[in-house]
């Protein structure tokens, strides 16, 4: 993925025609892209990846306040329906087993604010633990994860547009198990995906939970409150890159929306372009990806 | 050894704020009610990361010097941080504030933008932030008294970047207006390439504008290089790469995907590129306009 070669440039056109990237410019709703006879974007009828999306309009008040009753509500209506479980603790029994030592690793980036909700945080190991995992054997912290004793991870992102990599979600959310972060802002943040292939990462996430409840559209790099928006919405799946880019595609929409005219993610996302033609973590084709969509349906923007 | 490495660290720390209260603004103690609250932070090109991991790429893309951070507490309210960034000029403190455009305006230093417990502006070689965890009444009413406190704080205006006067301002959108030195900032604005195809770098100065013409909503971005040499492979780089045209002479346009057009001349040491125009007779005249203007901006 290195591009020390100009020849292997990618320019804007390139990206708009659909000739580099893979198909993220699909997923943003470039104009032009739309290839009949593919299938609707999130909408596979035979899908490489599922995703769940749930949103309900009391998960957050009109003081920014977060409902943790709600959203508990939502991640388990997430999580069985991702299963097709009838209970909760089963749907997580798929997963995880009461002897694994599981890892929450969310993201609470203390200078840009965007942070995962603690509700969401608190519901997912309330129902770790009563599903027979024990609650000594859950850990769950942005920096400092003891990776190397976990038997499973559990990935919960937030969402926020980023001045340097694009989009933030899921794939981002293990850069600080490298120990190296500012090391992979460079090339478009391509090489993001290493992280998931550490030898003490790889193969142990089981499960993507992503707080979209109040997620970021604006260019950054800090918070400007105009660029944050009550979205309401929880995301349930197993394929990073699927998950990273039905948010991109969200985030696309409300950019669009909130200026009127296409207000395109720049720079692209090469690092959920990389995720899956380079570190196969998943498919980022929308066509290939089915999202299941359940609550509240005011400006769902997919 | 406990004792000998904490005193190091006040010491330290102690040398930095005091190194802070002389060369930096002095920021009020109070305000409305709002009281400092902890010590000052200082950070500099080399520590930017520790305080924004993931975003110290944008300020050191400008000629970001130092950073002092200060928080405000009142009792039952919400927490206010004040960042006071010192560029070494006052263009590239204009140019940091460009980096988003979207607030209302307001009174304050020589720009300001308010935006929901939210101030900017910039003042001289100074750009400030001053953020609240939440909005209030009382809250915006003491950050606009605060902003207006460090404003005064300092002595005098700074210069806008001369090159601001080489855009055209018949149909001129401003607040779309972004000025900058790298593709680093080009890129969050209006993703080009992504392999710097125009060689920008600490010594070009850009501006990137959108332009309302009719229907038609072109985007207008004049690069100065230092050398005329340097504009030239520039142009040729940017007719080959993008245009898939070299350059014949000193200008060239060509009609893209979606029937729009882009192009650019190339005056002495400065580019004047237009993308996304309807019409090739709209892309030459925005280009044209620019190019003539170009020619009496001195730096």
Same mark, same amino acid.
């Given at each position: 993925? =290195? ?20 198909? &993220? ?132 992102? =937030? ?82 890159? /699927? ?22 993610? =720049?720079?692209?996302?090469? =690092?959920? !372009? ?16 089915? #999202? ?11 | ?65 130092? #950073? ?13 941080? !004040? ?62 008294? #605060?902003?207006?406190?460090?404003? &005064? ?12 006067? !080489? ?38 100065? /850009? ?13 207008? #971005? ?60 709209? !892309? ?16």
């Amino acid at each position: 993925m =290195s591009r020390h070669d100009k020849s292997d440039r990618v320019t804007r056109r390139d990206f708009l025609r659909g000739a580099a990237y893979g198909s &993220l410019g699909l997923a943003m709703g470039v104009e032009g892209l739309a290839r009949a006879g593919q299938g609707s974007a999130f909408a596979a009828e035979k899908p490489l990846s599922q995703v769940v999306l749930v949103r309900n309009e009391a998960a957050v008040d009109a003081s920014h306040r977060v409902n943790a009753e709600v959203v508990a509500e939502m991640l388990d209506t997430a999580m069985k329906t991702f299963t097709g479980e009838g209970e909760v603790a089963k749907a997580l029994r798929r997963y995880f087993r009461p002897q694994d030592n599981v890892g929450i690793k969310y993201t609470r980036c203390a200078w840009h604010r965007i942070h995962v909700n603690q509700a969401v945080i608190d519901a997912l190991t309330d129902r770790l633990v009563a599903s027979g995992v024990a609650k000594s054997r859950v850990t769950a912290t942005d920096y400092g994860l003891p990776v190397k004793d976990c038997t499973a991870l559990i990935n919960v992102p =937030s969402v926020k547009v980023h001045a340097i990599t694009g989009i933030a979600v899921s794939i981002k959310n293990y850069i600080n198990l490298t120990g190296r972060e500012s090391s992979y802002h460079y090339e478009g943040s391509s090489k993001l995906g290493e992280a998931w292939l550490l030898p003490e990462v790889k193969g142990k996430t089981r499960l993507i939970v992503v707080d979209m409840l109040r997620p970021y559209f604006g260019p950054g790099p800090q918070i400007n409150p105009v660029h944050q928006w009550d979205y309401k919405g929880i995301l349930v799946g197993t394929d990073p890159v /699927a998950i990273d880019t039905v948010c991109l595609s969200i985030c696309q929409k409300k950019r669009n929306l909130f200026k009127g005219e296409e207000w395109l993610i =720049s720079p692209p996302p090469r =690092s959920l !372009a990389a995720a899956d033609s380079v570190y196969h973590l998943g498919t980022s084709d929308p066509t290939k990806i089915k #999202l299941t969509r359940l609550g509240w349906e005011k400006e769902q923007l997919t | 050894m406990r004792a000998f490495l904490i005193l190091l660290g006040l010491s330290v720390f102690a040398t930095e704020v005091a190194h802070a209260d002389e060369n930096m603004l002095r920021l009020p103690q109070e305000v409305q009610g709002w009281k400092t609250d902890g010590q000052d932070k200082v950070f500099t090109r080399q520590t930017i990361f520790e305080y924004m991991d993931g975003g110290g790429e944008i300020y050191l893309a400008y000629d970001f010097q130092r #950073l002092l951070a200060r928080e405000y507490a009142r009792d039952n309210a919400p927490r206010i941080v !004040a960042e006071v960034y010192q560029m070494a000029s006052s263009r590239d403190a204009y140019g940091i504030f460009t980096h988003d455009t979207d607030g209302q305006p307001v009174s304050v230093g020589q720009m300001a933008l308010y935006s929901a417990g939210l101030l900017r502006f910039w003042k001289d070689r100074f750009f400030v932030r001053l953020q609240a965890e939440d909005e209030t009444a009382e809250v915006k009413t003491a950050l606009m008294a #605060l902003g207006e406190r460090i404003a &005064l704080g300092i002595p005098q205006d700074g210069r806008k970047p001369s090159l601001l006067s !080489a855009l055209p301002p018949q149909g001129l959108i401003q607040p779309s207006v972004h000025y900058f030195h790298t593709s680093v900032s080009l890129n969050v604005h209006y993703f080009l390439d992504d392999s710097n195809l125009l060689n920008l770098n600490a010594g070009t100065e /850009a501006i990137l504008a959108h332009y309302q013409q009719g229907s038609d909503k072109p985007h207008l #971005l004049i690069v100065r290089y230092p050398r005329p040499g340097d504009a030239k492979t520039a142009f040729e780089q940017f007719g080959k790469a993008y245009l898939r045209e070299s350059p014949t002479g000193n200008s060239v346009f060509r009609k893209l995907e979606k029937g729009q057009f882009a192009g650019g001349r190339r005056e002495e040491r400065s580019l004047a590129l237009v993308f996304e125009a309807g019409s090739r007779e709209s !892309a030459e005249k925005l280009v044209g306009l620019a190019a003539s203007r170009m020619k009496g901006v001195t730096p």
